[in-house]
């Protein structure tokens, strides 16, 4: 059983930054591909970043391009978010998620969740 534990959220002004951590118990990093997905109060949940468990192709949403970056440690069995140029619909709930031999993060279909940490982007 794969289980992942998000940490780093907060409050932090427009324009700053912060780092998300997701760390991933259970299995090796190599066999899945993790990501980012957040949900804000009122909307649906929607996926933010994934990276690959291959090759660690990574992928974004259009509103996160450029400002967020995903990566992982493999070593330390950890996938990160950093969180740049923060802005007030960046806040919402962000979890991270495995899905097994897959280079994608289809959001109805990841295999494992972790419980998620708010992020609060607000002056």
């Known amino acids: 059983q794969v289980q992942l534990v998000e940490s780093g959220g907060g409050l932090v002004q427009p324009g700053g930054s912060l780092r998300l951590s997701c760390a991933v118990s259970?299995?090796?990093?190599?066999?899945?591909?993790i990501g980012w997905f957040r949900q804000a109060p009122g909307k649906e949940r929607e996926g933010v970043s994934c990276?690959?468990?291959?090759?660690?192709?990574?992928s974004y949403v259009d509103s996160v391009k450029g400002r967020f970056t995903i990566s992982k440690d493999n070593a330390k069995k950890a996938v990160y978010l950093q969180m740049n140029s923060l802005k007030p619909e960046d806040t919402a709930v962000y979890y991270c998620a495995a899905v097994a031999f897959k280079q994608s993060c289809p959001l109805y279909g990841m295999d494992f969740w972790g419980k998620g940490t708010l992020v609060t982007v607000s002056s």
């Open positions: 259970g299995s090796t990093l190599d066999y899945y591909a």
């Open positions: 990276i690959s468990s291959s090759d660690g192709s990574t």
